[in-house]
Nanobody, 122 residues
Framework: QVQLVESGGGLVQTGGSLRLSCAAS????????MGWFRQAPGKEREFAAA????????YYADSVKGRFTIFRDNAKNTVYLQMNSLKPEDTAVYYC???????????????WGQGTQVTVSS
């Protein structure tokens, strides 16, 4: 079992930055690929970014590429999402997830956090 707890959400103006954190329980953190997904009001959950557990390779949705950076600190069992140049359309609940392989589909992830709200004002 893996438990995930997100933090770092909040209200920010257009063009601002936020860093989300996701702390994971368990001693096998490095075995898991980690992903960030988001869900805006009235919309389906969508992929944002993912990072592998072994070599640290990353994968981004086109909508966030060049603005968001995913990285992990295996010593702290934590994955981060650095979000820069935020836009109102980035407003959503952001979820982190853990799975056995890096992927952009939410069905590939077995464990999910409770989510953290990000609101970008125009």
């Amino acid at each position: 079992q893996v438990q995930l707890v997100e933090s770092g959400g909040g209200l920010v103006q257009t063009g601002g930055s936020l860093r989300l954190s996701c702390a994971a329980s368990g001693r096998t953190f490095t075995s898991y690929a980690m992903g960030w997904f988001r869900q805006a009001p009235g919309k389906e959950r969508e992929f944002a970014a993912a990072i592998s557990g072994n070599d640290g390779s990353t994968y981004y949705a086109d909508s966030v590429k060049g603005r968001f950076t995913i990285f992990r600190d295996n010593a702290k069992n934590t994955v981060y999402l650095q979000m820069n140049s935020l836009k109102p359309e980035d407003t959503a609940v952001y979820y982190c997830a853990a799975g056995w392989r890096i992927a952009s589909t939410d069905g590939s992830y077995d464990y999910w956090g409770q989510g953290t709200q990000v609101t970008v004002s125009s």
